[in-house]
T-cell receptor, first 116, second 113 residues
């Protein structure tokens, strides 16, 4: 079974440019999460999709970040315009819902974003 | 607010010596606690969760609600244990939709041969 995949693995852009990150979850996983780790800090939750709906977007830092999951399959995270503080590693995770029990989250390899 | 604290950024231990990675948390409610591990050039993966009470790769972790701690322990360290370890918590699964993970800053464990 293929794991969670993310594209690109690395992205280097200049401040003010736009970048779109993509995540393909494990097939059949309704839950999809975005997290990010900025330099020296903890991995922080950004948002959670259940199928195509945003269940929780409390971690999105500001309106420069836009996440979509059209059709409930892959998801994109767009940063527009990018700022220096957006640099970090962006992780995607997916899980299969099981009511009343914890759904183990499977992580992708991450996208390393560098904003110059 | 939920918070996870890992006081040690770096920890070096000799092979064969005991290992303890510290984790403290704050959460208003009944949390689920986890340890995630990231080996070199690999992705983040679940090591163990408190509710399963398992020993994985020789590691155990006991949830101490009085001390709000979830320290990770292994009696005899092995070289392949070198990795980045993250303590994390989430809301109780009965609260559907509250599965987001809150991570600590991580501890880089190095096993000295």
């Amino acid at each position: 079974e293929a794991g969670v995949t993310q594209f690109p693995s690395h992205s280097v852009i200049e401040k003010g440019q736009t970048v779109t990150l993509r995540c393909d979850p494990i097939s059949g996983h309704d839950n999809l999460y975005w997290y990010r780790r900025v330099m020296g800090k903890e991995i922080k939750f950004l948002l959670h999709f259940v199928k195509e709906s945003k269940q929780d977007e409390s971690g999105m830092p500001n309106n420069r970040f836009l996440a979509e999951r059209t059709g409930g399959t892959y998801s994109t995270l767009k940063v527009q315009p990018a700022e220096l503080e957006d640099s970090g590693v962006y992780f995607c995770a997916s899980s299969h819902p099981r009511e009343g029990d914890y759904n183990e989250q499977f992580f992708g390899p991450g996208t390393r974003l560098t904003v110059l | 607010a939920q918070r996870v604290t890992q006081p040690e950024k770096l920890l070096s231990v000799f092979k064969g010596a005991p290992v303890e990675l510290k984790c403290n948390y704050s959460y208003s409610g009944s949390p689920e606690l986890f340890w995630y591990v990231q080996y070199s050039r690999q992705r983040l993966q679940l090591l163990l969760r408190h509710i399963s009470r398992e020993s994985i790769k020789g590691f155990t972790a006991d949830l101490n609600k009085g001390e709000t701690s979830f320290h990770l322990k292994k009696p005899f360290a092995q070289e392949e244990d070198s990795a980045m370890y993250y303590c994390a918590l989430s809301g109780h699964p009965i609260n559907f939709g509250n599965e987001k993970l809150t991570f600590g800053t991580g501890t880089r464990l190095t096993i000295i041969p």
